[in-house]
């Protein structure tokens, strides 16, 4: 069994929350698909806590903006906290983000932030609209791996696209076809539901499952008022948008 998470965004509550819901299943790997950090408080201390669980993982736009200063996609509310956050990592949060890829292989499938029809892979969205292409894309990057799953992030919603039905609860992968597969946001939702968001995956079963955590999003909102971060983002947070 595997825990895929995504879009942390530097809400600690909320990934201490997750990890600890993470812990009483039986667990063999970790696997972050980029965003650690962007948005909210605590950036060091959400990076320490998955640099300490071992955890493999993707880069994402705003961990790259913070990496390099750089403008990665964002908006100017973003890139102002991209900077805010990029002055507050530690060498060792930011080495160990460093050395995370863009792109990550493995002998299941793949694992990106953004999509799998930009070269860039930490930007462009996999959505309703953009699934087929992304799918297609996909599987000729996966060439011959049967069943290959691709993970990914950054629309905060989770989502399981190249399965005939969805259905509640855990989902079963096809055997032969791929799927794409993005476990929503553990710090930032946006999908009206507030509670934090990650997968339990189990490669060998083929099985998926969503899981929704509640965490003290007060804890959040306070860390965020007091580091001076903009207010909105507190009320994001409530409505899950
Ligand atoms: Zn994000």
Redesign the pocket.
């Known amino acids: 069994m595997i825990a895929v998470i995504a ?1 942390v ?1 530097a809400n600690l509550p909320a990934l201490r929350a997750v990890l600890g819901e993470v812990r009483r299943h039986r667990v063999d790997g970790l696997l972050c698909l980029g ?1 650690v950090v ?1 948005y909210h408080a605590e950036p060091d201390e959400c990076v320490g806590l998955l640099a300490e669980a071992g955890c493999a993982g993707v880069l ?1 736009n ?1 961990d790259l903006g913070a990496l390099t200063g750089d403008d990665h996609h964002a908006g100017s509310v973003a890139r102002a906290i991209q900077r805010w956050t990029g002055e507050r990592l530690s060498a060792a949060a930011r080495a160990f983000l460093a050395s995370w890829p863009a792109r990550l292989y493995r002998p299941w499938g793949q694992a990106v932030h953004g999509c799998y029809t930009h070269p860039a892979a930490t930007i462009g969205y996999v959505t309703a609209t953009t699934a087929a292409a992304n799918l297609a894309a996909f599987a000729a990057s996966a060439g011959l791996i049967p069943g290959a799953v691709g993970w990914f ?2 629309t ?1 919603t989770p989502a399981i696209h190249g399965v005939a039905a969805e259905v509640a609860g855990e989902v079963e992968l096809p055997a032969s076809g791929c799927t794409l597969i993005n476990p929503g ?1 553990v710090g ?1 939702p946006r999908d009206g539901d507030p509670r934090a968001s990650f997968a339990l995956w189990d490669p060998d079963r083929r099985t998926v499952r969503i899981v929704r955590v509640a965490y003290d999003i007060d804890a959040t909102v306070r860390a965020l008022t007091a580091a001076g971060l903009p207010a909105e983002l507190g009320q994001r947070l409530r409505d899950g948008r």
Do not use: K
């Open positions: 879009d965004h965003d962007g994402g705003h992030g950054h905060h946001s930032q």
